[in-house]
């Protein structure tokens, strides 16, 4: 149980261009959903914080009208890299926490997008 | 304001030794912890979690970590070491608040298993 998905798992796209990610939790409701990104050999670094139905959280730091950020269902969230960039080629993580509140504070990641921008 | 600190980036033991991963928390709250592996370009895998009760906890893959308070360290260790447990881990801190809260991570540390 508790599985996240991301779609795509590997896109290259033009500089200019933008780029839809997918998180699904396919077998929970989720009511909040995370967005981290990692650069190589680093450690995840979130960048918003989403819940249902509601506006994105942001970190400080992190454009909010670059990465766009919906959550529109309790089992769905996209993130909207907006006119991407070469600086913003790395591997994005989401994860997802669980509505029913069974495993408080535990968060169940996807597999990662692997973004690269030429 | 919460923060995780993991001491040495890149552990090298040889298979069959003992794993020990070091993992030390600030936490204002209660906290809740956890480690986290993860595979070269894969999400990250959950190994073990601390919430509350036994400090002793024991997670996959026959590793455990021991939540130790008056230390606020939370170190993870595995017996004897396998070459598929070459990977990056990650121990992570969030707030005991019962509902959904961030996750804080550590810079990770990076394992290699040597014959």
């Known amino acids: 149980g508790a599985v996240v998905s991301q779609h795509p798992s590997w896109v290259i796209c033009k500089s200019g261009t933008s780029v839809k990610i997918e998180c699904r939790s396919l077998?929970?409701?989720?009511?909040?959903m995370f967005w981290y990104r990692q650069f190589p050999k680093q450690s995840l670094m979130l960048m918003a914080t989403s819940n249902e139905g509601s506006k994105a959280t942001y970190e400080q730091g992190v454009e909010k009208d670059k990465f766009l950020i919906n959550h529109a269902s309790l089992t769905l969230s996209t993130l909207t890299v907006t006119s991407a960039h070469p600086e913003d080629s790395s591997f994005y993580i989401c994860?997802?926490?669980?509505?029913?509140?069974?495993?408080?504070?535990?968060?169940?990641f996807g597999p990662g997008t692997r973004l690269t921008v030429t | 304001a919460q923060s995780v600190t993991q001491l040495g980036s890149h552990v090298s033991v040889s298979e069959g030794a003992l794993v020990l991963l070091r993992c030390n928390y600030s936490?204002?709250?209660?906290?809740?912890l956890f480690w986290y592996v993860q595979y070269p370009n894969q999400g990250l895998q959950l190994l073990l979690k601390?919430?509350?009760?036994?400090?002793l906890v024991k997670g996959i893959n026959g590793f455990e970590a021991e939540f130790k308070k008056s230390e606020t360290s939370f170190h993870l260790t595995k017996p004897s070491a396998h070459m598929s447990d070459a990977a990056e881990y990650f121990c992570a801190v969030s707030q005991n608040t019962g509902t959904a809260s961030k996750l804080t991570f550590g810079t990770g540390t990076r394992l290699q298993v040597t014959l």
């Open positions: 936490s204002s709250v209660p906290p809740y």
């Open positions: 601390y919430t509350t009760g036994a400090t």
């Open positions: 077998d929970f409701q989720a009511t909040t």
């Open positions: 994860s997802a926490s669980e509505a029913s509140g069974r495993n408080p504070g535990e968060q169940y």
